[in-house]
């Protein structure tokens, strides 16, 4: 599909360099400004909001991406697989193998200081 927007100046002179990844950018930012499901994570910036209103090892380790964010992360692994990745989704898809592997960290991190809590 083709589609055509106005952009200001300066913003054309700014996305003028990633012209070629403008699906990635723009499936991205999709993903991001959707509502956010309960405690299911878009982004980095979602799950470091989230993390701290969880109270319990349950409630951090149940922390899952979004609905539309797992979708095209499967959606990718899949090509991936099967015919390979654009190299504007090779970049998309590590951008969320970074975000999964923040969280995963970030939940180890803390699981342990709520049960070292629990032990003081």
Same mark, same amino acid.
């Given at each position: ?8 100046? /300066?913003?054309?002179?700014? #996305?003028? *360099? ?5 699906? $990635? =950018? ?5 993903? !991001? ?11 980095? /910036?979602?799950?470091?909001? #989230?993390? *701290? ?5 349950? $409630? =951090? ?5 979004? !609905? ?33 592997? !923040? ?18």
């Amino acid at each position: 599909m083709l589609v055509t927007i106005e952009v200001p100046d /300066d913003l054309r002179e700014r #996305i003028k *360099p990633y012209e070629a990844f403008l699906p $990635e =950018i723009i499936q991205i930012g999709l993903i !991001t400004c959707e509502p956010r499901e309960g405690s299911a994570y878009r982004s980095v /910036d979602d799950a470091l909001q #989230i993390l *701290p209103t969880l109270q319990t090892s349950a $409630e =951090i380790l149940a922390l899952r991406p979004s !609905t539309s964010l797992q979708k095209r992360m499967d959606e990718l692994l899949e090509k991936k697989r099967n015919t390979g990745l654009s190299e504007g989704e090779l970049i998309e898809n590590d951008y969320y193998l970074d975000i999964e592997h !923040t969280v995963q960290m970030v939940k180890v991190i803390m699981t342990r200081m709520l049960s070292d809590l629990r032990t003081a």
